[in-house]
Structure formats: C-alpha cells, structure tokens
C-alpha cells in the first residue's frame, strides 16, 4: 500500500499553515488557507485511494467516516474546501484591529481632554483622568461557508472539545493532527 501521496498531501498541508502564520497581508493568508482546505481533503482521499480495496478497509475506514460526518471540524473542514472550489464564497474573513478606552477600574469614568489622530492613523491622547488603552491587533475567522444549498458554521467543538476560536489557524492544526494520527494508523493498519 503506497501511503506516500498522503504523507506529501500532509507535508504541504503543514507548510500551508506555516505560510498562514507568515502572511504579511489578508490576500497571502487567505490563499494560504484555500491551499491548506485542498491538501488535508486530499490526505483522506489518497489514504482512501491506496487502501480502499484491501479487505481491512471497512472496518478501518468506518470511524473516521463516521467522524467526517458528525464532528463540527471535520465536516467544516470539508464543506469549507467544497465550498472555496465549487462556489464563489469566502470562507474566513479580515477582521481590522483597532483600540478601546476605558477606566483603570470597571465602574470608572473616563475624562478625555483632547484626542487627535494624524494621516498616518497615529494617536495622540491627552486625558483628564488615568485610563486604560487596550490594543485589538487585527484577526482572521473562519466564516460560515455554503455548499449544495446547505450553510455550514465554523467548528464549535472537536473530538468533543469546545473550541472557543474561529481561528483557521487553529482550525487548520486541529486538522492536520487529526488526519496525521488518520494516516499513522493507516500505516499500523496496512503495513
């Protein structure tokens, strides 16, 4: 059984995220990540290919199956490639950073004598009273994403873990670590 194409499809998938996690702009990480969609489906489909036909595939296969069928990144994972391939859509979104102001202490209040912004987007901030400046740098989410009429949310949970991120970064190695243990058990199984 030739699992190669799998492991190359696994080792460009990585690479994907690595150039997700380089991206100097929204355009770079956005094809990196319809890139990185490509190559994870594909791990699945070449172990699929080399393996299909052996008598332990069945029985091999069904677990995995029945988790692309039922676990919120898994299916999204999927959808999202379909969706990116067949469709027109986006599947994640640039979401611009910005910055709040608030009192040093919850229930405070905030006293701004002056505030002036320049052309270049810099601040300058002259306050009455003491306060607080938080950074929200910009971000990245996955978004809903539609295939064949049905509309597929990104992944709330994982292998029965709550996933508190629309990250497709994170998204994307909870991808490969599930379909790397997929393709190691391939190997085990089909020696």
Same mark, same amino acid.
């Given at each position: /059984?030739?699992?190669?194409?799998? %492991?190359?499809?696994?080792?460009?998938?990585?690479?994907? @995220?690595?150039? /997700?996690?380089?991206?100097?702009? #929204?355009?770079?990480?956005?094809? *990196?990540?319809?890139?990185?969609?490509?190559? $994870?489906?594909? @791990?699945?489909?070449?172990? %699929?290919?080399?393996?299909? #036909?052996?008598h332990k595939y069945p029985s091999f296969?069904?677990? +995995?199956?029945?988790?692309?069928?039922?676990?919120?990144?898994? $299916?999204?994972? %999927?959808?999202?490639?379909?969706?990116? !391939?067949?469709? $027109?859509?986006? +599947?994640?979104?640039?979401?611009?950073? =910005?910055?709040?102001?608030?009192?040093?202490?919850? =229930? =405070? *209040? @905030?006293?701004? %004598?002056? /505030?002036?912004?320049?052309?270049?987007?810099?601040?300058?901030?002259?306050? #009455?009273?003491?306060?607080?400046?938080?950074? !929200?740098?910009? +971000?990245?989410?996955?978004?809903?994403?539609?295939?064949?009429?049905?509309?597929?949310?990104?992944?709330?949970?994982?292998? =029965?873990? @709550?996933?508190?991120?629309?990250?497709?970064?994170? $998204? *994307? &190695?909870?991808?490969?670590?599930?379909?790397?243990?997929?393709?190691? &058990?391939?190997?085990?199984?089909?020696?």
């Amino acid at each position: /059984m030739d699992l190669n194409p799998a %492991k190359k499809e696994l080792i460009r998938a990585k690479r994907c @995220v690595s150039r /997700m996690k380089l991206a100097n702009t #929204y355009d770079e990480y956005d094809e *990196a990540w319809s890139d990185f969609l490509s190559r $994870i489906e594909n @791990v699945f489909n070449r172990i %699929k290919v080399a393996v299909e #036909y052996h008598h332990k595939y069945p029985s091999f296969s069904s677990k +995995t199956n029945h988790l692309r069928s039922t676990d919120s990144l898994l $299916i999204y994972l %999927k959808q999202a490639r379909n969706s990116a !391939h067949h469709g $027109i859509a986006d +599947t994640s979104k640039f979401i611009s950073g =910005g910055f709040s102001i608030n009192p040093p202490t919850p =229930g =405070g *209040a @905030v006293h701004i %004598k002056s /505030m002036t912004i320049d052309e270049n987007g810099n601040a300058t901030i002259i306050p #009455y009273s003491p306060i607080k400046l938080e950074l !929200h740098p910009s +971000t990245v989410e996955a978004i809903p994403c539609r295939n064949r009429g049905v509309t597929y949310n990104p992944p709330t949970a994982h292998l =029965g873990e @709550v996933l508190e991120s629309k990250s497709p970064i994170l $998204i *994307a &190695e909870l991808g490969i670590e599930f379909y790397k243990a997929y393709l190691l &058990e391939a190997e085990e199984t089909f020696r």
